[in-house]
């Protein structure tokens, strides 16, 4: 939810030298199956936040691909390209940047639908562009096992059926031992920064089609089920 802050409590803020608390923002995520529509915890993850803002205003994120997808836990991307024959050609896109530091004690915590900075074991502040997308509640992921938990700083409010069908595609094991990968390239063709109303309407849009989709089934087995009395008749 976004907070207002009213003209004289922002006056207050200013005379006692705070900051007014940060308003949520708000992202698309254009992929290959599908927009997945986000909210941004400026909040409680700003570090986390600013840094998905870099990489996506550079276009880094731009042709990256989903290249980890274990159902049932999450779906990763952020941090592989590919040219040529997929997925053979697939590797780390060349460009990320120092890693941040782990924002995993913010309150924040892996439930299903929202978004984590993935980052390497044992090194807490690891992570620089890739990102996961937690399909369960991985209630595991917020314990320290190795020293911290893993930072949340978004969540998905439209498309989360896109992200169970990026979750629903095969995967398979590379030469080189890189398992979990999709059989077939699935692409984060571009993410755009919009504003609540955009984001609003982007879910709302979302939902149509949900229901549209359900009304053609739900078309398709009366006319089945008419055709059957028909010829049962």
Known sequence: MLRSVSTSALLLIMMLGLSPVAEASYATIKTTLGTIVVELDDEKAPISVANFKMYAKEGFYDKTLFHRVIPGFMVQGGGFDHHGAYPQTMHKKPGAKAGIKNEWTNGQKNKRATLAMARLG?????????????????????????????AVFAKVIGGMDVVD??????????????????????????????????????????????VDALQAELDAAKKA????????A
């Open 122 to 150: 044992n090194q807490p502040d690891s992570a620089t562009n890739q990102f996961f997308i937690n399909l369960a509640d991985n209630d595991f992921l917020d314990q320290p096992r190795d020293g911290a938990g893993y």
């Open 225 to 232: 089920l008419e055709a059957l009395k028909k010829g049962g």
């Open 165 to 210: 069908k990026i979750a629903g595609v095969p995967t398979t094991q590379l030469p080189n031992g890189m398992g979990d990968v999709p059989t077939q390239p699935i692409m984060i063709e571009s993410i755009a920064f919009v504003t609540k109303a955009d984001a609003d309407k982007a879910v709302i849009a979302d939902a149509q089609a949900r």
